[in-house]
Every structure is written in structure tokens, then in C-alpha cells.
């Protein structure tokens, strides 16, 4: 018989300790689609227990989880992360307007773009210019399988 999921609301400090983190938090709340806030949310991070690693992308795992987080804690909008072993559901709360509809984008460190170098064998200068190219154009940025540089002279020139 499958074990029951567990669900556990973190508290402060493991929130503030977890969020400090770099790779945790690398996936971070930007911007509420409600009232348009950009910056400074409070965090809601939960604990969920007795995932399988094979079942924590599963829709219907995500989708009974969502549906307890909505009917337990009033939370809408939730991204599901993995760090190390455990698995979080990780939600943002606007102070404006209150709505957990929020944004979540990626922050670029040195750490993250070092990994992109290792995925894609290109040198750290090369993942920086194909990055800042496609931010420039507005474009969407590539799938790392697709991060290949255009020729050198359609790249744009440093100012």
C-alpha cells in the first residue's frame, strides 16, 4: 500500500536558511501578475514527504498536491522544486495586493552559468554572450541543447 504524502509548512528560519541557498533559490519569486509588485515577497516553502523522485514531476502527484496547498493554506500558485534528496513546494505571497499569483524567473550567478558550461562544453564568456544576445533581442532564451553562438560578426559589439 502506497505511503501517504506528507505536507509540512516550513517555518521562518527554515525558510530564511533554506532561501539563502544558493542553488535552491536560483528559481526565484520577480514579479506579481496580479498588481504588477516587483520585488520583496514573503515566502511560503513546504516540506513534502514520501515522493518518489519518479513521481514528483507526475501531473497527478502536482495536482493533488496543489489541491491540498489550496484547500489547507490558501496557496494558488506553487513551482515544485527538488533540492538534494528533498522535494519543496516553493510559493511568494505580494505584500500589495496579497495574491500568491506570482512570477518566478531565474537569477544568472556564476554558479549557474558555470553549470550551463559544463552541459554544453562551451567556454563561460561564450554562455554569457549567447545569454546577453537573446536578452537584447527579447528573444526567449534557448533550450541548453540549442545554445549554439551565431557567427561572431552577428553578435552585437560591446559599447
Known amino acids: 500500500m502506497p505511503q501517504a504524502i ?7 528560519q527554515e525558510t530564511a536558511a533554506l ?3 544558493a542553488k535552491f533559490n536560483t528559481l526565484r519569486p ?14 511560503q516553502i ?21 489541491y491540498h496547498l489550496r484547500h489547507r493554506y490558501g496557496v494558488d500558485y506553487v513551482f515544485f522544486k527538488s533540492h538534494g534528496t528533498a522535494f ?3 510559493s511568494a505571497c505580494c505584500p500589495q495586493c496579497g495574491s500568491t499569483r506570482i512570477e ?7 554558479a549557474l552559468l558555470a553549470e550551463v558550461t559544463k552541459v554544453t562544453g562551451l567556454p563561460l564568456d561564450a554562455v ?3 545569454l546577453q544576445h537573446h536578452v537584447e533581442r527579447g528573444a526567449a ?13 552577428q553578435l552585437p559589439t560591446e559599447p
Open 88 to 90: 519543496y513546494a516553493d
Open 30 to 43: 520577480t514579479t506579481c501578475q496580479q498588481c504588477g509588485h516587483i520585488g520583496g515577497f514573503a515566502r
Open 128 to 130: 554569457r554572450r549567447k
Open 104 to 110: 518566478f524567473d531565474l537569477e544568472f550567478t556564476d
Open 19 to 21: 532561501t539563502r541557498r
Open 46 to 66: 513546504f516540506w513534502i514527504g514520501s515522493v518518489s523522485r519518479t513521481e514528483r514531476s507526475s501531473e497527478e502527484t502536482q495536482g493533488l498536491l496543489r
Open 141 to 153: 532564451l534557448p533550450h541548453l541543447p540549442d545554445l549554439t553562438l551565431p557567427e561572431r560578426d
Open 6 to 12: 506528507q505536507l509540512r509548512l516550513l517555518t521562518n
